[in-house]
C-alpha cells in the first residue's frame, strides 16, 4: 500500500490526515498551539513552536506506515495565508509570526486604502487593502519599527519558513504570494510598486514556485523527528482557502465553496483574474492557470464560540449532561427565524469583506426585555449567515448565479447550521461526507505533481457522499425581510466604528 500524507497548518492547530492512495482516510492527528493576543490588536504565533506541531503530526501519520512494505509518496501542505515574519541572514526568526488577525496596520491601511495608490495596488494585486496583509503590516512596521524590519535579513510566511527548515530552500507557492498584497496578478511576480512602498527588495522575498512544486532532500534534524524517508516529496501545495475549493470539487464558476471554521470563506475559481471594481472582495493565484475569487470574513465559527460560552450557562450543561454546542443547537431550534425581531452584527474582531474595516465591532439590534439567551443565541448564528449571504451577493455579482454551494467546515457538524445557511442563501447547499477538504486539496495537488492524475477535477471521484440541504420557503421569506435591514443597520453603525475602536484601544492601555 502506498500513502499520501495531508498536512493543514492553520491559526490555532496543525492537522495531518493520513491517506492511502486511491484517498481513503486512514487516521487524522492534530496538534493545537496558542494565538497571542493583546487588545491593541495583534495575533502572533510562536514559529518554533508550529514547526514542532508540524513535525509532531507527520510523525504520528509516519508510525501507521510499515516502511519496510509500504511507502510514503508525497506530504502536501495547506497553510492559513497572510502571515509574516522576519528573519536573520540564516534565517532565524527576529519576530514571532504575525498572522492574518493581527490588526495592528489598521491605520496604515486605512490610509492606503484611500488613496491612489492603494486603488491601483489593489488592481495591481487582487489583495484588498486591510490589516491582514503583509503589504500592511510592512507598511506599519515600517513607522512602528523601523530598526526591526532594516535589520531582518529575508521575508516570508510560515510555510516558506517550514520548507526552509526542512530544506534549506526560500521559496514559496504562487497562491501563498499571490495573497500578500505584493505580488502583482497578472505577471505572476512580485509587484514593483508593492515593494517600493514598504522599502524593501525583491531579494529578500522567497522566490515564487506552482503549488505543484516538489522538494526533496530532508535536512537529517527533521528527517529524524518526522521519521520518514529522506528523499519524499513535499508539496507546496496552496493557502488553505484555494486548496478547500478544490478538495470539495468547487473548480468551475457555477460551484460556490463556502466555508466556516474559526473564520469563514466564500470563494470560486475562475480561469482568469477577476478584479472587483467595488473592491469588496479578492482575487488571488491558485495555480498557473487558476484564480480564486471571493471575499475572506473575520466572523465565523470563533464569534460562535463566544456566544455559547456567554449565553449557555453550565448549570444548564451539567443538567442536560451534553456538550455546550449541542445544547446550543438545541435551544436555537426552538426559537423561530429571526430571533423574534433581533438581529446580531458578527463583528466582534473587525471584519475583512465586505466591510475591510478592521475597527467595525459586534452589535445586537431591536433588544428588548422580551428577548432571551436563547433568542440571542439565535440572533448570533443567523447573523453570521446573513454576513457571509453579502459576500456571497457580491460574488454572484461579480461571476454569475452558481448552479451549486458547497459547504465545509466545523459548522458542518450542526444540522440546525447547515439548514439555516440554505434559508438565508436561498440556495441548496451540499456538505461533503469530508470535513478535511483542505487536506484532500492538497493530496490532490500531490498526485498532479507527481503525474499520477491528468486533471484536478479526478477530485470528484474522491469526495465520497453528500448531503444536501434544500432552503425552506416559509424561512426564506422571513430571512427576504431581514437581510436587506442587517445590511441597513450595517451601513448606519460602520461611521462610528473607528471611534468606539479608538475609545476601546485607549481603554485597554
Known sequence: MNYFIGVDVGTTSTKAVLYDEHTNVIKRFSQSYPLFRHPNGMAEQDPTTIVNAVEKVIGDAAQQINFFKERLLAVAFSSANQSLILLDQAF?????????????????ANQLKRSALGRQLYVNTGTPIHPMSPLTKLLWLKEADPELLSQAAYIGDIKSYLFCRFFGTFKVDISIASCTGMMNINSGDWDPTALNLVGIRQEQLPEIVNGTYQATGLLPKAQARMGIPADTPFIYGA?????????????????????????????????????????????YAVDNHSWVVGGPLNSGGDVYQWAVKHLVTPSAVANEQVDPYTLASRVISDVPAGAHGLLFLPFLGGERAPLWDANARGSFFGLNNLHTRADMLRAVMEGINMNIATVFKAVCDLVGQPKSIT????????????????????????????????????????????????????????????????????????????????QQVEGLLSPAYSTIAQLQENGAK
Open 407 to 486: 459547504a465545509t467546515g466545523g459548522f458542518a457538524r450542526s444540522r440546525v447550521w447547515r439548514q439555516m445557511l440554505a434559508d438565508v442563501l436561498n440556495c441548496p447547499v451540499d456538505i461533503p461526507e469530508s470535513f478535511e477538504s483542505g487536506c484532500l486539496g492538497a493530496v490532490t495537488m500531490a498526485m498532479r505533481s507527481l503525474n499520477l492524475v491528468n486533471s484536478y477535477q479526478v477530485v470528484q471521484n474522491f469526495i465520497g457522499e453528500e448531503d444536501t440541504y434544500r432552503p425552506d420557503p416559509a424561512t426564506v421569506a422571513i430571512y427576504q425581510k431581514y437581510l436587506p435591514l442587517f
Open 92 to 108: 532565524r526568526p527576529q519576530s514571532r509570526l504575525i498572522t492574518w488577525a493581527d490588526t495592528r496596520a489598521r491605520h496604515a
Open 239 to 283: 493557502f488553505d482557502g484555494a486548496l478547500s475549493n478544490l478538495g470539495v470539487g468547487a473548480l468551475k464558476p457555477d460551484t460556490v465553496a463556502i466555508t466556516i471554521g474559526t473564520s469563514a470563506a466564500v470563494r470560486v475559481i475562475t480561469d482568469h483574474p477577476v478584479i472587483d471594481p467595488h473592491r469588496r472582495l479578492f482575487c
